[in-house]
């Protein structure tokens, strides 16, 4: 019931909407039963000239009706009749193109808010939630999951509620006509609840499983498209087809096992709808024969009678179709209910200019209850407008240590200073936007270079040009087919991969932070980019506090102090020469590592 309930919250908003159509299927639902009726004059007055016969004990309005047409020539019925009928039935589909219209409409904006939901949801997670999870599972919520709940919408609920309505109608008119018959049949069809129930349970488990099954063919074309380069030098094309394959043939078997059993509705609700029939034909069929009741009474009451299975039907598919929504919803939910782990404080006040002065004091970090802790008890104080060099061997923590600068962690214990703030007391947009990150790996978006630079911000083209030229992109660009209008395809495939750092850096030079966080941006470059880039970064660096993990000596040699880490902990601390000087740590790494130079 709780998933129900669950699954109806996204017609909030929809309501007036929703209502207006629920109204237009009842009336289509009432002219339904009308247009039913009509075979009663048309079969018994116009065709067989003989007066409408009904079983004793009707109401008395119904047959104040019957007598009323019993009353009238069969001539002047028929040319009658059938312009009223006609006049009916268009009143009918008005309202049946309205609520069609009018659901699908419901559904579309449900489909559009939950998208939206769940887009604005991932954005607030922190980094670790989606370390955990996988790209292409988040993007199956998204999309897969989503159409279900459209379906359940704009196909389960209108047939809920047409459906329901009709079967109201028809067992109305067959409890009208001859109630003890009525009953009965009503009693056989019950007994269609059960494995309509049964196999709606059934469905739902399986559903949950097709849409993991999605959700790790999505991860999978992620991954293969995004590193066809790897796969293509390795030449495993062939390896990757098979593990495609498996999971495609595994979403295959669950999707058939669900289309059994969903066709197994339909015989099993026509078996109880045959018997139903076979029950009303040996029944009533005698009356019809002495004369007690008129064929074309009888023949609504078949009608009816036989009609009341085909809501049933469609309400066991509206079942299994809520089912495989509510396996969806409960997916949906998962993500919706999640918290995000860093989240700003209520009541955090908008950062100040920066000076850029950072604090490290008592930190321990660790990534979750899970890991080990990353690091331990740091205390570091980098000034205002010092370069400092973060150096030490691979998992010792330096990228954990410069990620907590913009708060994309919270420590464990201990606290962040930003200029004497905690930054857990500044709102996360007047942080982030004072500190500047150029990463190691430079990632683009399929847009103009233009946007690319002008990411974030609101700068004019003469400024987004002047941060081109200061990190010595402007060159290239100017040489593109459309210059700064040029669009440089997923993650910038179009650029070398200097050109990527250097259009990184004027993005970094047009949003003019007081905080630089650099994981050397030189490191994979060749020597000719190189020197573009580090004269760029050294324009860049200039007059700013600067955060770096170091992989070139360059770096570490114009840095005011170098920290060492080691398995999370502050080993040494001083400049280049002072701790060659130690023969310690720094010295080994030196000259393991550096020592290239």
């Known amino acids: 019931m709780q998933g129900y309930l669950q699954l109806l919250k996204f017609l909030k908003g929809h309501k007036r909407l929703f209502g207006i159509s629920v109204v237009a299927m009842f009336f289509s639902s009432i002219f339904e039963g009308f247009q039913l009726s009509f075979l009663i004059p048309i079969t018994d007055r116009i065709f067989n000239n003989r007066p409408i016969v009904l079983p004793n ?45 009018l659901m699908n409409d419901v559904a579309q904006r449900v489909l559009r808010d939950v998208r939206m939901n769940l ?30 709940i459209e379906n359940a919408v704009s196909y389960a609920v209108t047939d809920l509620f047409t459906q329901t309505f009709l079967l109201i109608t ?36 399986l559903a949950l499983g097709e849409q993991q099954r999605m959700a790790d063919i999505n991860s999978t074309l992620l991954e293969t498209i995004s590193g066809v380069k790897v796969i293509k030098a390795f030449c495993t094309e062939q390896q990757e087809i098979k593990r495609f394959y498996d999971q495609n043939y595994q979403y295959y078997k669950l999707k058939m096992k669900t289309i059994k059993r969903m066709k197994l509705l339909a015989p099993v609700t026509e078996v109880f709808g045959l018997m139903c029939g076979i029950l009303i034909i040996f029944w009533l069929g005698r009356q019809v024969m002495a004369g007690d009741l008129s064929f074309g009474v009888f023949a609504v009451f078949l009608a009816s009678a036989l009609s009341i299975v085909r809501p049933i039907k469609k309400l066991g598919n509206v079942n299994a179709i809520v089912q495989q929504a509510l396996s969806a919803n409960e997916r949906i939910y998962a993500v919706l209910n999640e918290e995000p782990t860093i989240k700003e404080r209520q009541g955090a006040i908008d950062a100040p200019v920066i000076a850029g002065s950072i604090e ?15 690091l331990k008890d740091i205390n570091l104080t980098i000034h205002r407008g010092e370069l400092v060099a973060i150096v030490g061997p691979t998992g010792s923590g330096k990228t954990s240590l410069v990620n907590l600068i913009p708060r994309f962690y919270d420590p464990l214990r201990g606290e962040v200073l930003l200029d004497g703030k905690n930054l857990k007391d500044l709102t996360f947009r007047s942080l982030r936007r004072q500190i500047g990150i150029v990463a190691q790996e430079t990632f683009l978006f399929n ?27 402007h060159q290239f660009i100017i040489q593109l087919p459309h210059g700064y209008d040029t669009v440089i395809g997923e993650r910038g495939f179009r650029l070398s991969g200097g050109e990527k750092q250097r259009i990184a850096i004027a993005r970094a030079i047009l949003r003019n932070p007081a905080i630089l966080i650099m994981d050397e941006a030189t490191s994979a470059l060749d020597s000719e980019s190189e020197k573009y880039v580090k004269e ?24 005011n102090r170098i920290v060492v880490l080691e398995d999370g902990k502050i080993r040494e601390i001083g400049r280049h020469e002072e701790l060659l000087a130690k023969k310690g740590l720094y010295e080994r790494l030196y000259r393991t590592q550096f020592d290239v130079e």
């Open 447 to 473: 847009d103009t270079i233009a946007a690319n630079i002008n990411y974030g911000g609101n700068h004019s083209a003469a400024e987004i040009e002047e941060a081109a030229r200061q990190a010595y992109a």
């Open 536 to 559: 760029a970064l050294d324009d860049l660096m200039r007059g700013r506090t600067v955060v770096a993990i170091a992989h070139r000596l360059s770096t570490i040699i114009q840095a």
């Open 360 to 374: 490290f004091k008592g930190v321990d970090f660790q990534y979750d209850a899970e890991s080990q802790i990353v």
């Open 170 to 205: 028809y067992v109305c008119i067959a409890l009208t006509i001859h109630f003890y018959a009525a009953a009965v049949t009503l009693l056989i069809l019950v007994f269609v609840v059960w494995p309509v129930g049964k196999i709606g349970r059934k469905i739902k488990k």
């Open 57 to 101: 004990k009707v109401p008395e309005s119904l047959t104040q009706v019957v007598n009323y047409l019993n009353s009238i020539t069969p001539e002047a019925l028929f040319w009658s009749l059938p312009f009223v009928a006609l006049i009916l039935i268009i009143v009918k589909n008005i309202f049946t193109f309205l609520y069609g219209y």
């Open 119 to 148: 887009y604005e949801k991932i954005q607030s997670f922190s980094l670790d939630y989606f370390s955990k999870k996988r790209t292409g599972e988040l993007i199956s919520r998204i999309t897969n999951d989503v159409s279900l």
